[in-house]
């Protein structure tokens, strides 16, 4: 018979297990990352600046689930070390568009491994499983 505070256990929450996964493989990044001397967070920015030639902070923002409170100062600072240039749209200034330099283009040879190394930390799961909760965390998303 249920108890009126199963609820509040820690191991009847599905925020728990997802929680302590998304840490475990973001953690796997941090090793890797840090040589290049880059966050898991400007890293993602990267990968979405690899994929599209331009883009504006707003699409950035919404691509990544982050605001605009977390992105403006980390495009300040990619944007001080030379791997990014912030420019105003011609059509309507209030929008910044976001456009990779050739430093930061050229990082992506440095990152081009980092995804299979980080693909330890699944290497319990069959390639089904890995599929199957991949689209399920994406169908929450």
Not at 8 to 37: E, H, S
Not at 48 to 74: C, F, I, N, R, Y
Not at 85 to 103: A, C, F, V
Request: glycine letters at 4%; proline letters at 5%; hydrophobic letters at 35%.
């Amino acid at each position: 018979m249920s108890q009126p505070y199963d609820q509040l256990k820690l191991k009847n929450q599905l925020c728990f297990p997802l929680y302590a996964a998304a840490r475990r493989i973001v953690n796997a990044y941090t090793p890797l990352l840090k040589p290049l001397g880059l966050t898991y967070t400007q890293y993602i920015v990267f990968m979405v600046l690899w994929e599209k030639e331009e883009v504006t902070v707003g699409e950035l923002g919404q691509t990544l689930s982050l605001d605009a409170g977390t992105l403006t100062p980390l495009l300040k600072k990619l944007e001080k070390e030379g791997y990014i240039k912030r420019t105003h749209s011609k059509q309507d200034e209030r929008i910044t568009l976001i456009k990779l330099t050739k430093k930061g283009d050229a990082l992506k040879e440095d990152c081009k491994d980092i995804p299979p190394k980080v693909s330890s930390v699944v290497s319990d799961l069959s390639m089904d499983e890995i599929e199957t909760l991949y689209n399920l965390l994406y169908k929450i998303v």
